[in-house]
């Protein structure tokens, strides 16, 4: 493995790890642990993970696309998904027509009763960006 493979591994690792900090600390009162464990409680479940940083006139949509062609191991077809969460973090200048294309591109896909978890967090980094980790749960069919 080459160190930019090894490198962009750990990074991901590294903004999975702090979501699921995040969704696992008691003091949050956003998210019921009761879904988070849900989502996460499947005996022979998978997880996939994507990070993705951008920026620019059409953000929203790469962002999106951004997220979905990093995801780590990639989604297999056959596949059940078992749940969904979605950080995102920008700095305070994202619009409603950007939060609704993000979410019906990654997760317009996933059956309704998919239990989902979408979180927006003030980043401190530059207008104009978004960064964000994308965490799937999933078992494979066999």
């Not at 305070?92 to 317009?108: F, H, P, R, S, V």
């Amino acid at each position: 493995m080459d160190n930019k493979t090894v490198n962009e591994t750990a990074s991901k690792l590294y903004s999975a790890s702090k979501v699921i900090m995040w969704l696992f600390d008691t003091t949050n009162q956003v998210i019921s642990q009761e879904e988070v464990h849900r989502i996460f409680s499947m005996p022979a479940g998978k997880l996939s993970i994507a990070s993705f940083e951008t920026s620019g006139a059409d953000r929203a949509n790469s962002f999106a696309r951004g997220l979905q062609e990093n995801l780590f191991p990639p989604l297999p077809e056959q596949a059940t998904n078992t749940g969904a969460i979605l950080a995102i973090y920008s700095a305070g200048d994202m619009t409603t027509e950007e939060y609704q294309a993000i979410c019906n591109k990654l997760l317009g896909n996933f059956p309704d009763d998919l239990p989902t978890i979408v979180s927006i967090s003030p980043d401190k980094g530059d207008t104009g960006s978004f960064k964000g980790t994308l965490l799937v749960a999933w078992e494979a069919v066999l």
